[in-house]
């Protein structure tokens, strides 16, 4: 994996390293039925399993101690469902001062602090030493060691962590710094381990703790590639929501292209958060004389880009000089490896160019002395094929969705996401041992959470869809971007905790348009909660040959009098220019998004590719995610040093969309690593294929 720190929960393939051992190692499994009877009933039967855990809420399973053996005949019992495919999650991050950040996103005094609401982090856990957490800190517990001391992991664990300490500063410090609300009540649920990295059912579990605690809201600040809306940890969020918590996810860190939201910030029940930009100094390389300017993302960690000179740019390390900027194109080499061969070579600073399209986030090892950063593949040519010298110029940026910010929308049910954005950009916070700078919608994501707490407070009684309604009617939208990007735009707590009106369900959702012209319609729920009769108009929206809206009459609400609105749309896709259209309708001032695409418009087909090892078994069990149908679905393995074809391991024919799983015997030793080729047919006789690693060491 690049990078010392990535920005967000990334799925990979997880396998179990000691299968082959007698040890006894924690499983999760899912059971048939009452999974209290069939505790007692592996207690009573099987004397050598410990159980650890009992879930029934948004997960019917049994966390278990024992050895594979042992593991191996309770799978013979009827009871037993599986073991959950296991996957790898690891936190997300790249952020501004957060005494900077807080005022610029609430620069009024709301009269709330959170007093009273208890927020669970599910993350890498939270150092409640720290003297800006310690106030608040109420407890929580460790999911993967199966304890109640939820700590970040320490030097002597394994690789470091800070993130969960880094979000629970954003939203409750409460010390030299103070979060969004200082007065909440902080729990921190351990998923992820050491650096970072925990499985789905750690994750799930995590969840599930935390509703039997009674949070009132949570914070994940992590997420997958899995875009689609029924993904087992998608599933549990909605169900937590069902359960009267409110849920706030990080939406991820792969934009800034369509698609790339991933679950569980897909969940239609929960509030998904991209990442604005607040008031800052970014800066970017300049090279005038071509008038061309680099955009750079600098990596977490790094020191800051700070130049009086200009600088020469090369990529030849014969020409390094004390004021050289060493151009290295990403790899498969860690970036802090990459950081530390430019560093030795005597680079003043080092730009990571990408080798595909966009630009992407990474973290190196903070004890490196020289700027890195990453550029575009576009940038790192031009610089190659026009080496000279550049300077560091810098220019104000405020309210804009940073680049990193994952898209919606969602596959499968088309919904907009994410449903808002908070300030994600250079956010400084506490981590073990002090506070440091991070980036990445992680950081967006607590904003919101610490803005719920203070609308918590303000309105004990809401459910999480009131909550939700009160943040996205109140939501500012930024003119140049579209919903995909910041659905209904930057979140306003003043306006939240005060408003008259709810709004619900204010994400239209129109669909995919076939060929001919199509009459679409979606409902909004209004709901006027003042004491005073309130009229509300839609704006009509310029007239447009590709859609015609009809929309409601002017109408009139009493005190607190909800009402259904039906807005329908006249789609006609032979006049669409482009094959999705998004924009925003209007309600009295209140931002309406709506989107629509064509059936011209691609979409991706099928996505991830998790595998776990089937203990004591010469096989393994896949899951991914199909978005249509399917003729037939192949996945090949192939060499990833000389591409030569390897074996076929599944082939199967005549899919639904939706989660598709399965078990893989193989006759042949497959140790290491090999590139899966995932070829998709569709009925349409398309063919779709993407490429994933396979680790089949254990």
Not at 365 to 387: C, F, H, M, Q
Not at 457 to 481: C, G, I, N, V, Y
Not at 677 to 683: L, P, R, V
Request: proline letters at 7%; glycine letters at 8%.
């Amino acid at each position: 994996m690049e990078g010392v720190l990535v920005v967000s929960f990334i799925l990979s393939l997880f396998l179990f390293t000691s299968i082959h051992t007698q040890q006894p190692l924690p499983f999760i499994i899912e059971v048939e039925g009452d999974p209290h009877q069939v505790a007692e009933e592996i207690e009573t039967y099987h004397p050598g399993v410990e159980i650890l855990t009992i879930y029934d809420t948004i997960f019917n399973g049994i966390a278990i101690k024992t050895d594979p053996k042992n593991l191996e005949e309770i799978k013979e019992n009827s009871y037993f469902k599986q073991t959950y495919p296991v996957q790898n999650y690891q936190t997300q991050q790249t952020a501004e001062n957060i005494n900077q950040s807080i005022p610029f996103l609430i620069p009024n005094e709301t009269g709330y602090t959170g007093e009273g609401v208890k927020v669970g982090v599910i993350d890498t856990g939270i150092d409640y030493t720290h003297p800006d957490l310690k106030p608040n800190f109420k407890g929580g517990f460790d999911l993967v060691d199966f304890d109640k001391d939820p700590m970040e992991t320490k030097p002597d664990q394994g690789i470091p962590t800070l993130h969960g300490s880094h979000v629970a500063g954003i939203i409750a410090a409460n010390g030299k710094m103070k979060g969004i609300a200082p007065d909440a009540e902080l729990y921190a649920y351990r998923a992820l381990g050491p650096g970072g990295t925990g499985t789905s059912v750690q994750v799930m579990a995590a969840i599930e703790k935390a509703v039997k605690d009674g949070m009132d809201i949570i914070n994940l600040s992590l997420g997958n590639s899995i875009n689609g809306p029924d993904w087992p940890t998608s599933v549990a969020v909605n169900r937590a929501a069902e359960e009267g918590v409110a849920v706030v996810i990080a939406n991820g860190n792969t934009g800034p292209d369509l698609w790339t939201v991933g679950s569980p910030a897909t969940a239609d029940h929960v509030i998904s958060v991209g990442a604005s930009t607040p008031a800052m100094e970014s800066a970017y390389l300049y090279e005038r004389f071509r008038n061309k300017k680099i955009k750079m993302l600098p990596m977490q960690g790094s020191p800051a880009w700070d130049f009086a000179r200009d600088m020469k740019v090369t990529n030849d390390p014969d020409e390094i000089g004390h004021d050289t900027i060493l151009i290295m194109e990403r790899g498969e080499m860690q970036f802090t490896q990459l950081a530390y061969e430019a560093q030795e070579k005597g680079a003043a600073a080092l730009l990571i160019a990408n080798n595909e399209e966009g630009i992407f986030q990474g973290g190196i090892d903070p004890n490196i002395s020289i700027p890195v950063a990453a550029i575009t593949k576009k940038d790192g040519e031009w610089l190659r094929n026009n080496p000279g010298y550049l300077n560091l110029e810098y220019q104000h940026v405020q309210d804009t969705v940073t680049d990193f910010s994952s898209r919606g929308p969602v596959t499968v049910n088309w919904a907009i996401k994410p449903e808002v954005v908070a300030p994600g950009a250079a956010i400084l916070s506490t981590v073990p041992g002090g506070y440091q700078k991070l980036s990445g919608t992680s950081m967006a994501a607590p904003h919101v959470a610490g803005v719920l707490a203070l609308l918590k407070e303000a309105h004990p009684d809401w459910t999480p869809k009131q909550l939700k309604a009160a943040l996205l009617t109140t939501a500012d939208p930024f003119q140049t971007f579209e919903p995909t990007a910041q659905g209904a735009g930057k979140v306003d707590a003043k306006e939240a905790i005060e408003t008259d009106t709810l709004i619900y369900q204010s994400l239209l959702r129109f669909g995919k348009i076939g060929d001919k012209s199509e009459q679409k319609q979606d409902t909004l729920i209004i709901e006027n909660i003042s004491d005073q009769p309130k009229e509300y108009t839609f704006q009509l929206p310029d007239q447009q040959k590709a859609v015609h809206f009809q929309l409601p009459q002017s109408f009139t609400l009493q005190p607190h009098e909800k009402k259904e609105v039906k807005v329908k749309a006249t789609i006609r896709p032979s006049f669409m220019e482009e094959t999705m259209k998004q924009s925003y309708l209007y309600l009295n001032d209140t931002p309406i998004p709506y989107m629509f695409l064509s059936d011209e418009h691609e979409i991706p087909t099928a996505m991830g590719l998790e595998l776990s090892v089937t203990p004591l078994e010469a096989g393994y069990h896949y899951q991914l995610y199909l978005v249509e149908e399917a003729e037939k679905l192949t996945i090949d393995l192939y060499d990833p040093q000389t591409f030569a074809y390897k074996t076929t391991i599944v082939e199967r024919e005549e899919l639904k969309p939706g989660v598709i799983e399965g078990d893989i015997e193989l006759e042949i030793d497959l140790k290491g690593q090999y590139i899966a080729n995932i070829t998709i047919e569709t009925k349409d006789n398309k063919t779709f294929q993407y490429q994933t690693i396979w680790d089949g060491s254990s």
